[in-house]
């Protein structure tokens, strides 16, 4: 059964850095391509970044390029977002994704439980 | 790039079907067969109704459906069951190599 668990959410001032997880297990992690996907209160899903299976490609969402950083670790089965200069319009709970296929990051078709992030001063 | 646009609301009876538009450019919907469409029930994580315009995941139920044409994508529920009461959401690869979503349609089953 696929597991992705996310971990890492937290309240922070604007200006501040965070760096989010999602463990995986239930699947060949290092085969999938895999997403980052968020949801602001009461608004609705935002796609955010996605990576390779190897980690040599690497996809942005316009709102947080050259902000965010994805990666992955494929020998611990996880993925990670780094979050830096932080907004306001950061705050929402963060899912990761996997795609239906190991190819084509664009099928997210399991999802973790997300992790909030509330970016406030 | 900027969201799909979804209407904000649909609703039918129970038995009914309703459809879920989705529009967006050439540069996503009309570009690519690579629209979904996914059912969010509050506190629960997205499920992934349909891939690839039409295609269904193992397990969903054949009463959802999927078609696009030109620039605009839809989703036709039939048969309409209380459980189908959710949040709705389109998403499109781009011509950019990112993924964009829907607005977001509140299916409302009357």
């Known amino acids: 059964e696929v597991q992705l668990v996310e971990s890492g959410g937290d309240l922070l001032q604007p200006g501040g850095s965070l760096r989010l997880s999602c463990a995986a297990s239930?699947?060949?992690?290092?085969?999938?391509?895999m997403s980052w996907v968020r949801q602001a209160p009461g608004k609705g899903l935002e796609w955010v970044s996605a990576i390779s299976g190897t980690g040599a490609g690497t996809f942005y969402a316009d709102s947080v390029k050259g902000r965010f950083t994805i990666s992955r670790d494929n020998s611990k089965n996880t993925l990670y977002l780094q979050m830096n200069s932080l907004r306001a319009e950061d705050t929402a709970v963060y899912y990761c994704?996997?795609?239906?296929?190991?190819?084509?990051?664009?099928?997210?078709?399991?999802w973790g439980q997300g992790t909030l992030v509330t970016v406030s001063s | 790039q900027s969201a799909l646009t979804q209407p904000a609301s649909v609703s039918g009876s129970p038995g009914q079907s309703i459809t879920i538009s989705c529009t967006g450019t050439r540069s996503d919907v009309g570009g690519y067969n690579y629209v979904s469409w996914y059912q969010h029930h509050p506190d629960k994580a997205p499920k992934l109704m349909i891939y690839d315009v039409s295609n269904r995941p193992s397990g969903v139920s054949n009463r959802f459906s999927g078609s696009k044409s030109g620039n605009t994508a839809s989703l036709t529920i039939s048969g309409l069951q209380a459980e189908d009461e959710a949040d709705y959401y389109c998403a499109s690869y781009t011509s950019s190599s990112t993924h964009v979503f829907g607005g977001g349609t509140k299916l409302t089953v009357l």
């Open positions: 239930g699947f060949t992690f290092s085969s999938y391509a």
């Open positions: 994704a996997k795609p239906l296929y190991s190819s084509g990051w664009w099928r997210p078709d399991s």
